[in-house]
């Protein structure tokens, strides 16, 4: 069956560059989604299509896939992104597959 | 605006049938979008369980398929899961979600605000 691996934490100071990676096989040849989970509240699209942006989202969040490897960078990360990040693809066989998710602290 | 509402029984008892309603509002449910089901186990990721699509199509996961089966009330502009044979291991959060993909291969846009089902006698 088709996996999606995240670092299971990432750390980062206010103001500066947090990237979370997802890694899975051929993965620059699927379509990437990322999504924000806050504490206690159902998740939320950031990253569609490996780097497009809902409407409403900031312009801080942006993803990129290549190779095995898709990113999501926050750029000047604020407390109000402190959540749970989890990447998402298709795979013909598992069909739509999430990773095991990346806690985000702001410190 | 889409807003889905999920809705059913908390408490359901081992080995019976877990049946969650999503009421949709803001978009048609015969449109041309995947309504989905997603479950989170606590303190655990996201899970995809399904989806359905303009009524008659359906994609399960393949470690839930046995267990699994959906359904769209156009009429109540509304789709359905149920789940056969419960035990604890399915006792988790289950949100109702869209999914305006081409091809139902995520994309998740609008989530429910989840609905906690507890599997126990």
């Known amino acids: 069956s088709y996996e999606l691996t995240q670092p299971p934490s990432v750390s980062v100071s206010p103001g500066q560059t947090a990237t979370i990676a997802c890694s899975g096989d051929?993965?620059?040849?699927?379509?990437t989604s990322w999504y924000q989970q806050k504490s206690g509240q159902s998740p939320v699209l950031v990253i569609f299509q490996d780097t497009k942006r809902p409407s409403g989202i900031p312009e801080r969040f942006s993803g990129s896939n290549s190779g095995n490897t898709a990113t999501l960078t926050i750029s000047g990360t604020q407390a109000v992104d402190e959540g749970d990040y989890y990447c998402?693809?298709?795979?013909?066989?598992?069909?739509?597959?999430f990773g095991g998710g990346t806690k985000l602290t702001v410190l | 605006q889409v807003q889905l509402q999920e809705s059913g029984p908390g408490l359901v008892k081992p080995s019976q049938t877990l049946a969650l309603t999503c009421a949709v509002s803001g978009a048609s449910i015969s449109g041309g979008d995947y309504w989905t089901w997603i479950r989170q186990h606590p303190g655990k990721g996201l899970e995809w369980i399904g989806y359905?699509?303009?009524?008659?199509?359906?994609f399960y996961n393949p470690s839930l398929r046995s267990r699994i089966a959906m359904s769209i009330d156009t009429s109540k502009n509304q789709f359905s899961l149920t789940l056969d044979s419960v035990t604890a291991a399915d006792t988790a959060i289950y949100y109702c979600?869209?999914?305006?993909?081409?091809?139902?291969?995520?994309?998740?846009?609008?989530w429910g605000q989840g609905k906690l089902v507890t599997v126990s006698s």
């Open positions: 359905i699509y303009k009524s008659a199509n359906t």
């Open positions: 998402q693809a298709w795979d013909s066989t598992t069909a739509v597959v």
């Open positions: 051929d993965l620059g040849h699927r379509y």
């Open positions: 979600a869209r999914d305006p993909s081409r091809a139902g291969r995520g994309q998740f846009d609008f």
